[in-house]
């Protein structure tokens, strides 16, 4: 039973040393524990504290691709390290690496395939009411999407199977976290969620320079993952609620037709009359977008055949 910790990073040489030295070298069950860092194009010493901390595997990116790129890099050599379990947690100091053992312990008994650590965001004393509400609305959000109660849904203190590793496919550039919770839904991953404690860190986050951009770049995400893998029931839903706006308008249009006094309501035929216009190009675009998800689909499955073989080949 092999474990790898992984930690993606970008300018963390303050912390990268800390977070390395709480990391636990022995857990009941587990025989071999490495550790891989992803410098995705750090420009200050983490690459150099890294070497210093004697881990065991360490990617370099020549420039910052984001922290997605970064994790899906993590996840193609936990691949081809043979890794059973993949824990991913930051380089930041946030979140407790000794709380590693707690988390995989799920994973171990094999009652889940991913486990998400509960930071309780909504409570958290050093993050600001704003972000507070949003982090607990982003997660409901999520929730509803996914079909899996995730208190925290951005947390980045994760574990996960080797049967996750197989069939996680990371798409979008922004964040790994929203995207692997509404894969894991409909490829049929078993998800629990366990309470950690997280650590005030005085640095601002990298994945955004506000919270409003950082709200923006989150919805386009959920958007985008939808549209991947719940095409049909999004530009159909988005097709209907269209159409009944444009239904309004032309009602209208209608009453005053049939009462006598039409020409002076064209202009509610015309705006109702593009609004179902629009309804119905989104109805022809669920259909034709479900058609090309089949097709992703065939891939992604041959993609996890394919890291199987590879894997048995091994």
């Known amino acids: 039973m092999k474990l790898v910790v992984q930690i993606p990073c970008y300018n963390e040489a303050a912390t990268l040393a800390d977070v390395i030295k709480d990391i636990p070298r022995k857990i009941v069950g587990v025989d071999c524990i490495e550790i891989l860092v992803i410098d995705d194009g750090s420009r200050d010493e983490s690459y150099n504290i890294a070497k210093e901390c004697q ?7 020549p420039v910052n ?6 994790f899906r890099s993590g996840l193609d050599r936990c691949r081809e390290l ?18 590693i053992p707690m988390l995989v312990q799920p994973i171990l008994e094999q009652h889940c395939d991913v486990v998400v650590g509960n ?13 507070r509400v949003m982090q607990k609305l982003g997660s409901k959000v ?25 069939k996680l496919t990371i798409e979008t550039d922004f964040s790994h976290s929203l995207e692997t919770l509404v894969q894991a839904r409909w490829k049929g991953l078993r998800v ?22 950082f709200v923006f770049k989150s919805i386009a995400t959920l958007v985008r993952v939808v549209t991947f893998y719940r095409p049909l029931s999004f530009y159909w839903s988005l097709g209907a609620f269209m159409g009944l706006l444009g239904t309004a308008p032309m009602m209208r249009f209608l009453w005053f037709f049939f009462n006598g006094d039409g020409r002076g309501h064209i202009q509610s035929l015309v705006i109702g009359g ?3 216009i629009i309804g119905t190009s989104c109805l022809l675009f669920g259909v034709l977008a479900n058609q090309i998800n089949s097709n992703r689909r065939l891939l992604e499955e041959t993609n996890e055949r394919l890291r199987r073989m590879d894997y048995q080949n091994r």
């Open 55 to 61: 881990v065991d595997h360490i990617i370099r990116h």
């Open 65 to 70: 691709n984001g922290l997605a790129d970064a």
């Open 82 to 99: 043979d890794a059973d379990i993949v824990v991913n947690i930051d380089a930041d100091n946030q979140y407790d690496a000794k709380e």
């Open 119 to 131: 930071r309780d965001p909504s409570n958290l004393a050093h993050f600001s009411f704003a972000k």
């Open 142 to 166: 999520v929730s509803i999407l996914s079909k899996i109660d995730i208190p925290d849904a951005t947390s980045g203190f994760r574990a996960y199977s080797k049967d996750a590793l197989f």
């Open 192 to 213: 629990v969620s366990l309470p950690i404690r997280a650590r005030h860190t005085e640095r601002a986050s990298r994945l955004a320079s506000s919270n409003r951009e």
């Open 274 to 276: 593009t609004f179902v």
